[in-house]
Structure formats: C-alpha cells, structure tokens
C-alpha cells in the first residue's frame, strides 16, 4: 500500500468567532510588556546541566527533572527546559557581551514538565489511523507543555540624560511587570517573600499567588548567578505560569464598578508588627476591618528603629473610604480606623503606633 492509497480528507472548519479568550489575553500579556519597554525576544529550549548549574539549581529540585532527547542539536544541551529563565537569562547574557548592559527582555514560551510514572510512549502501527485507545495512550505519555512569561531587566531602568540622572532596575520593577501581567489577565496576586528558590536572591524576592496555587516569582537575582553568567549586578526578573494565570482569570467579561458620586474620605493608619509578619498579610486584615467601605488601601511607608524595639517594623497605610448612598462622616471613617486596628491585632498581633 503506498501513500497514493491514502484517502484524502479535508477537515472541515469549526465555527468561531477568531481568538478564544486564552489567546487573546496571551497577546494582551505581549503587548502589556512591550509598552512598558521591554522587547519580545524567542530562545531555543534546549539547555543542559551546566546552564541549570550556573543558575544555582539543587540537585534535589523538580526543575532537574527534565526530559532528555534522544538526538540533540548540541550534546551540552540535551535537555528541554523546564522554565523560561534559563534561556532568557542566556539570552541577555548575549546582549551584555555585545556592549548593551542596559536590557529589558521578555519570552513567551512553553516549557516541558515531565511527570513522574508517566507511561512510556507507544509503538504505533502504520498504514492506517491509530485508534481512539491508542492516541490516549499516545497523549497520556506526552510531558504537560504550561505556557510561562518571563522578563529580565539589567542596568537603567531610567536612562539618563540632560533631563537627569537615570534609575537603575530594581526588584520593585519587576514586581510592577509582573502585577501588570496579572491585572491584564484579570487576576490579582498575592505577594508575599520568598527565601530559598533559585535563581533568586533570598531577602529580595517575591513568591506570587492566585489563592493557593504559586504561579510564579518576582526580584532581584542572586548575586553569584549575575556573577556567573556576566551580567550587572542588581540585576532582576519574573516569571510567571501563564497558562495557570489565564486559567484563573476565567472566561467571564471584566464587570464595570459603578462610579459613586460622593466625595472620598481618606484616613492614614501606622501599625506596628514583628519584623516576620508579610505585608499581605496586614493588607487583607485591613480589607476585612474596613469592609465595604474601603476603596483602596496603599502601604506608603516603612519605619524601623529603636524606639520600636528590636524585630519590629511600623508599616503605614493610607485607606481610601467611600460609601455608594452617603457622604461618610467623621464617625464613619473613626470607626472604620477602630475596626481596622481590632482585626489587625487579631490576625497578626498589630499595635497602633503612636
């Protein structure tokens, strides 16, 4: 039976509407990077142990754990990636090399997480189409493939110039970047310190959330992996899971928020906490003291210092009131301030600084 036997068969169509809602925002997430000054940039995805060695990966980690081509382009890289920051970070090592110490970077591409007892894949017999069972088999054995986003920035952030001096990129960058992905997304993430993921330095590093599910991190790189790899010190990065990102926004369209016509009442709360205790965790004690009322909730300022005490930090908020069918009072925002500081000493032990 030779190939002129095969019957063709066109595919007929599937009706549509263009883009699904995934690919859209995938595309919003591109163009999100690209206007914050960043360049889209494509790597191949294969590494090997002595780029996971540089980037000061344990042997123990689950990222060790990586499918291992049989007939690799290069045999020092006969591994798929399994995170994007591998090649990225080889990608600006690249651009440092060629004379650019200021890059912003960005990649988005899938990356192979092979599971452990995964059925090897089948034998299948030719000259005619699998069957149902054995395309299951075939797709069992296939490594999930998660779509991440990933940016490193080196350098200025700012440049510099007759107008003044520049800013170098710091790990508040790269949180940004990464909160704009999650708001173009539709989803908000929970921000909390990360001490021991490589490549990342351990007391300037973000861990991101969606509920329970980490999707990804957030700093400034370790300084022996920017030594390593030839690029500026300070340097900093992200990467997020952007299947599991998209997957929690959801499919529903974003909902208009009624514009309330009456004015704003503003109230600053200083709490005093352990040194231990994460942000986060005082801002959603806040949001539940304040209830409805509250707009918004901005940390603006953090103070350490003797008359605290030792292992304490005073963290300073500043609450945005309002309410949808009254002008709020005095009473109104004294009370919210009580409720804030109750549910706060609750959840985390916080003192109104005085």
């Avoid at 493939?145 to 107008?163: F, M």
């Avoid at 790990?171 to 173009?184: C, F, G, P, Q, Y």
Wanted: proline share 7%.
């Amino acid at each position: 039976m030779g190939y002129d036997q095969i019957p063709v068969v066109l595919p007929a169509a599937p009706p549509g509407r263009g883009l699904t809602t995934a690919q859209r925002r995938r595309r919003s997430v591109a163009r999100t990077l690209a206007e914050h000054g960043l360049v889209e940039t494509l790597s191949y995805p294969f590494v090997g142990e002595d780029d996971l060695d540089a980037l000061g990966v344990p042997a123990d980690d689950p990222r060790r754990r990586a499918v291992r081509l049989r007939n690799p382009i290069s045999e020092a890289q006969p591994l798929l990636r399994t995170d994007l920051m591998v090649t990225l970070l080889a990608t600006a090592r690249r651009n440092v090399a060629r004379g650019d110490q200021d890059v912003a970077l960005f990649e988005l591409g899938l990356v192979t997480l092979p599971r452990q007892g995964a059925p090897a894949a089948p034998a299948l017999p030719g000259g005619r189409r699998p069957s149902d069972d054995e395309l299951a088999a075939l797709h069992a054995s296939v490594p999930p493939q998660p779509r991440h986003v990933a940016a490193v920035l080196t350098g200025q952030r700012d440049r510099s110039g007759w107008w003044g001096a520049g800013r170098a990129a710091d790990w508040t960058d790269a949180l940004a970047l990464a909160r704009a992905v999650a708001d173009v997304v539709g989803v908000t993430l929970e921000v909390r310190p990360e001490r021991d993921r490589a490549p990342w330095h351990p007391g300037r590093t973000a861990r991101l959330s969606v509920g329970a599910t980490v999707v990804g991190h957030a700093g400034e790189l370790h300084p022996q992996v920017l030594e390593r790899l030839d690029l500026p010190p300070r340097s900093v990065g992200l990467e997020l899971d952007l299947d599991a990102l998209v997957a929690a926004g959801g499919d529903d369209p974003v909902q208009a928020v009624p514009v309330s016509t009456f004015p704003v009442a503003k109230e600053d709360v200083a709490l005093v906490v352990d040194e231990s205790v994460a942000v986060q965790d005082v801002v959603a004690a806040i949001r539940r003291g304040a209830g409805e009322l509250l707009e918004s909730v901005r940390l603006f300022d953090v103070f350490r210092g003797e008359q605290l005490g030792e292992g304490k930090k005073s963290l300073a908020f500043s609450l945005r009131l309002r309410a949808t069918d009254r002008t709020l009072t005095a009473q109104d925002a004294a009370g919210v301030r009580k409720a804030v500081v109750a549910k706060a000493a609750k959840a985390v032990g916080a003192q109104l600084r005085s």
